[in-house]
């Protein structure tokens, strides 16, 4: 069973960045897709960003477009979130997450789905003050 530790939450000012970090254990990084939810009180769990195994293809959320970039290093097991021009509707707690199977073919909203993805980090909190 694979393991992803997210790091790099914090409070930040509205205009602010940040970077989250998630490392995952395991060999078998490279195969995977990877995703970063977030979830603020009293509201769905939504995906913000998504990138492919190969790291050649992304997704992002309307609502971080041209903000968030998410990449991943296969050499250190780890993929990232870059945050800028944080506002405080960004504030959630933020969770890396792999997706189910390597093999499945992505259509519609694949990556956005939850289902899509079975392990999941603890996530960590992002705040975001005006």
């Known amino acids: 069973q694979v393991q992803l530790v997210e790091s790099g939450g914090g409070v930040v000012q509205a205009g602010g960045s940040l970077r989250l970090s998630c490392a995952a254990s395991?060999?078998?990084?490279?195969?995977?897709?990877m995703g970063w939810f977030r979830q603020a009180p009293g509201k769905e769990r939504e995906c913000v960003a998504a990138?492919?195994?190969?790291?050649?293809?992304?997704y992002y959320a309307d609502s971080v477009k041209g903000r968030f970039t998410i990449s991943r290093d296969h050499a250190k097991n780890t993929v990232y979130l870059q945050m800028n021009g944080l506002k405080p509707e960004d504030t959630a707690v933020y969770s890396c997450?792999?997706?189910?199977?390597?093999?499945?073919?992505?259509?519609?909203?694949?990556?956005?789905?939850?289902?899509?993805?079975?392990?999941w980090g603890q996530g960590t909190q992002v705040t975001v003050s005006s």
């Open positions: 997450a792999r997706e189910r199977n390597p093999l499945t073919i992505p259509t519609t909203n694949y990556f956005s789905r939850t289902f899509s993805y079975a392990s």
């Open positions: 395991g060999r078998t990084f490279s195969r995977y897709a």
């Open positions: 990138i492919t195994g190969s790291g050649t293809a992304t």
